[in-house]
């Protein structure tokens, strides 16, 4: 369930137009070579908070967004 949602997320977020337009690069873990502006969805954590009579999921996402070169 994490890794569809991930690939959901990231399908999600690359078909908006507004960060499409800003952002080189949409991804899954950190590029290692795209220009930037660039957004990664970089770790996730899933916990089970289901219950006798209901399923249930918590899933948490770090995004990391490099916009300038140090």
Same mark, same amino acid.
């Given at each position: 369930? /994490?890794?569809?949602? @991930? &690939? +959901? !997320? ?18 899954? /873990?950190?590029?290692? @070579? &795209? +220009? !930037?502006?660039w957004l990664a969805l970089t770790a996730s954590a899933?916990?089970?908070?289901g219950t006798k009579d209901l399923r249930g999921r918590?899933? @948490?996402? +770090? !995004? ?7």
């Amino acid at each position: 369930m /994490e890794i569809a949602f @991930r &690939a +959901a !997320l990231i399908a999600w977020m690359a078909s908006d137009s507004a960060l499409s337009v800003g952002l080189n690069a949409i991804v899954e /873990e950190a590029p290692s @070579r &795209a +220009a !930037l502006p660039w957004l990664a969805l970089t770790a996730s954590a899933s916990t089970d908070w289901g219950t006798k009579d209901l399923r249930g999921r918590e899933i @948490r996402v +770090a !995004l990391e967004l490099n916009y300038r070169g140090d």
